[in-house]
């Protein structure tokens, strides 16, 4: 009842830049925290950045002063701009969200993740 569907990512050069989306539908009832997370080949998935409903953000140190994560509550859309990219940024970028949903009987706990949208940082 709930979809995430994530977008943006693709080819770019080190030093470039790309911004990623990810929009929440369905019965929603409410959402908490929406993050990013990265999966990168033969790694465990990662956090990349989170952020509360209230603005709190919290970022890997691996990124930190490079990427901003952001959020508008009324579109249930969460975004991550992404600056001076870096071959080690190259992964699956998924998105989560936290919170609770209306499953057609009661409201229950949430935990929905996008498809993902793979990140390529390559000259």
């Known amino acids: 009842q709930v979809q995430l569907v994530d977008s943006g990512g693709g080819l770019v050069q080190p030093g470039g830049s790309l911004r990623l989306s990810c929009a929440a539908s369905?019965?929603?009832?409410?959402?908490?925290?929406m993050g990013w997370y990265r999966q990168a080949p033969w790694k465990q998935r990662e956090l990349v950045a989170q952020i509360t409903s209230g603005g709190t953000t919290t970022y890997a140190n691996s990124v930190k002063g490079r990427f901003t994560i952001s959020r508008d509550n009324a579109k249930n859309t969460v975004y991550l701009q992404m600056n001076s990219l870096k071959s080690e940024d190259t992964a699956v970028y998924y998105c989560n969200a936290l919170g609770t949903y209306d499953n057609g009987k009661y409201v229950t706990p949430l935990d929905a993740w996008g498809q993902g949208t793979l990140v390529t940082v390559s000259s």
């Open positions: 369905g019965t929603i009832v409410s959402i908490n925290n």
